[in-house]
């Protein structure tokens, strides 16, 4: 067999192929969405949130608009905290803002609208009771004569403005609009400076006069037990839509004690003609904006929100009146609807589906549970609450039975699972004998008052805790305050309301009292039964952050390997459409692709940090296919001749096929037996 020999100017080359297939190449960093990276936070996300300002009555004239938009009037950011857990959401709003005025046309078509549905009612200062004829911030018999308080339905001014909102430009594509509005000089009565110095001057004796102000109301019914409940001294209104109005010169309101622009402008003697007056106005209006893109807009939340296909909430509704109460009644079951619940929460996570919210109530008496009805018994103390009168049960006791950070006894009503397949919230809704109410008896309500010292409802991280009544809520309307007998209120609303601190939700009014003037069962002024749209958003907002933060933060320390390039390179996709969906404001329709994310991300860690190294498997494979490349290529480029023995041709003579002689370098017929 003969050698061959390799020519000096083709080993080069075939060492470098050999070297190529060997070497694992180094990856390339997966394209993402910018990161804000804030020592001490880690890895953070930025939401940009455009805040239009629409104003009513107020021109351009009366503000400094550079200054309104400046950072010492209105946040430029915020980072968004959780109230009862870590120190933030890790993400960053950023704010921008836009500034419209409506012409004077547009807020005469509006004042005239607020004219058209005007109602007056006079009341005087013979009582102090939000719920009867009484406005009860006007209270002072020794100067008022009549308060003549006007009001527009809250419900028709929010429908109003939404259908109008062409008006103003529309919604941003990604924000909110902020009406404000001062309609004191477009018709609309209100209180003025003389009004209120008259109210207010201590004088002896006093002349009586009258005083005039606006405020937008609506009446809610409860759906338990009917008992209705007129919310009429409100200044602001929103909720349905991704818009707030606020009226500066309403009011002023019993609930926020804060004083109508005209008012508050005069008392402090600022003239908007005047540089400073511009700049007092702007942060006036400043303080405002504040309170809404706080509260509503970008609100905090109050525990972490979650993602979860199912949320199974179990609730405990155990009876604690006594035998004469209970044959009074309410039924048990008549004080809670199961079905209200369930759709006010899916409401919230519509991405898990009409199947994936889940309510299930079970009743009981109290001692049904021996153990559950003693620590209820030594808790049912002789304290009242300084405030309202109420006797109280110790909530901390109660509390402490349960919860497995305490005596654990919730392990007897429920295994609590929090997983992303399922989120279990259980909750323990008690009605108590006579009026007693849960509570707290901290050591600073003795010599200071405080409404924190009862609660009727608390949402306690690991599991709600409610305390109604017979007296005080089941049949309250028997009282006279509201006259409305064997009417009453439920835990329908309570439920809603904890429950939705449990998904995350915050209180609509931490930065600002006005911002209780909103259509979500979050507040406490407006009573509203359904959740807001701001709610909406922040929960699913939230969904979609806890997602991508995840599928982010996997992916910057997850290298790309030949397993799992393909994870990444549908994660980062994932994220993308997210994003687009996420900065248009479509939340739900983001967590789809905000889970792909997660889930990808997840699988692409999981195999780069498998049992075998992907740096020992890249150098199996990369010898592997050294060697072949190194075989093909020697076989392609310096196999030897084949023999050429093997060729033929045909004979002349016989047609045979001929033979290739090597030894006589000639073709030979081996039938003519002779060379050709």
């Not at 953070?44 to 938009?69: D, H, M, V, W």
């Not at 915020?78 to 857990?85: E, N, P, R």
């Not at 939000?130 to 527009?152: H, K, Q």
Request: aromatic letters at 12%; a neutral charge; one cysteine or more.
């Amino acid at each position: 067999m003969g050698e061959f020999n390799m020519r000096p100017s083709l080993v080069l080359p075939v060492v470098f192929i050999i070297l190529l297939s060997v070497v694992q190449v180094p990856t390339t960093h997966s394209q993402s969405p910018q990161l804000i990276n804030e020592q001490g936070f880690g890895l953070n996300r930025s939401a940009s949130l455009t805040i239009k300002i629409a104003f009513l009555g107020i021109t351009p004239s009366e503000l400094n608009s550079t200054y309104l938009k400046s950072s010492v009037s209105v946040p430029p950011l915020k980072y968004q905290a959780i109230l009862a857990g870590p120190l933030n959401t890790g993400v960053i709003f950023n704010f921008s803002y836009q500034l419209v005025f409506a012409d004077n046309s547009t807020v005469n078509k509006f004042a005239q609208y607020l004219s058209s549905i005007q109602k007056q009612q006079n009341t005087n200062s013979t009582a102090s009771s939000p719920y009867g004829p009484i406005n009860p911030y006007f209270t002072n018999s020794s100067t008022l004569s009549v308060a003549r308080n006007y009001f527009y339905d809250a419900d028709k001014v929010e429908a109003w403005l939404g259908s109008n909102m062409t008006l103003f430009g529309g919604n941003p594509v990604s924000g909110y609009t902020l009406y404000v509005a001062d309609l004191h000089g477009f018709g609309i009565p209100s209180l003025d400076y003389t009004e209120y110095q008259n109210y207010v001057t201590p004088c002896r004796p006093c002349t009586t006069r009258p005083v005039d102000a606006h405020y937008y109301n609506r009446t809610v019914t409860d759906p338990d037990l009917g008992l209705k409940l007129p919310r009429h001294y409100m200044t602001g209104w929103g909720g349905s839509g991704r818009f707030y109005y606020m009226d500066l010169s309403a009011g002023p309101s019993y609930w926020t004690n804060e004083l109508p622009l005209q008012v508050a402008s005069q008392m402090r003697g600022v003239s908007t003609i005047t540089y400073y007056g511009k700049l007092w106005m702007s942060k006036f209006i400043g303080a405002y904006v504040n309170g809404a893109v706080n509260n509503l807009f970008a609100p905090d939340q109050l525990y972490p929100v979650n993602y979860a296909q199912n949320y199974n909430i179990q609730l405990f509704v155990i009876d604690n009146r006594t035998t004469a109460e209970q044959a009074q009644g309410p039924k048990l079951r008549a004080t809670i609807n199961e079905t209200r619940i369930q759709e006010n929460l899916t409401s919230l996570v519509p991405f898990a589906g009409a199947t994936g919210v889940t309510v299930n109530i079970r009743y009981a008496n109290v001692t049904d549970y021996p153990g559950l009805a003693a620590i209820v018994a030594n808790a049912t103390t002789s304290l009242r609450d300084p405030v309202s009168g109420r006797p109280i049960v110790d909530g901390d006791l109660v509390y402490n039975w349960f919860t497995t950070s305490g005596l654990g006894h919730i392990a007897n009503f429920i295994n609590v699972t929090r997983t992303t397949s399922r989120i279990d919230i259980p909750g323990f809704l008690f009605a108590f004998k006579g009026n007693y109410t849960f509570g707290v008896p901290f050591k600073e309500d003795i010599g200071s008052p405080s409404l924190s010292g009862t609660f009727g409802g608390e949402a306690l991280g690991d599991m709600v805790l409610i305390g109604l009544s017979q007296q005080a809520d089941f049949t309250v309307g028997n009282n006279s305050t509201y006259n409305q007998p064997g009417k009453g209120v439920g835990f329908t609303h309570d439920a809603i309301h904890e429950l939705g601190h449990m998904m995350g939700l915050n209180h609509p009014f931490i930065y600002d009292l006005t911002e209780d003037f909103t259509n979500t069962v979050m507040g406490y002024y407006a009573y509203s039964l359904s959740f807001s749209q701001f709610d909406r958003d922040s929960v699913l907002r939230g969904v979609n952050d806890e997602l991508l933060s995840f599928a982010l933060q996997a992916l910057s320390t997850t290298p790309n390997t030949l397993f799992n390039s393909g994870y990444i390179s549908t994660a980062n996709q994932n994220i993308v459409q997210a994003e687009n969906l996420y900065n248009t404001m479509d939340y739900a329709g983001a967590v789809q692709y905000s889970l792909g994310a997660a889930q990808n991300a997840s699988a692409a860690q999981q195999f780069a940090n498998g049992a075998i190294s992907p740096a020992l498997v890249f150098g199996l494979i990369g010898v592997a296919i050294g060697a072949a490349i190194g075989l093909l290529l020697g076989y392609l480029i310096f196999r030897r001749r084949k023999s050429a023995g093997l060729q033929s041709n045909r004979c002349p003579t016989c047609q045979q096929p001929l033979r290739w002689d090597p030894a006589q370098m000639n073709w030979y017929c081996d039938s003519c037996q002779k060379p050709v």
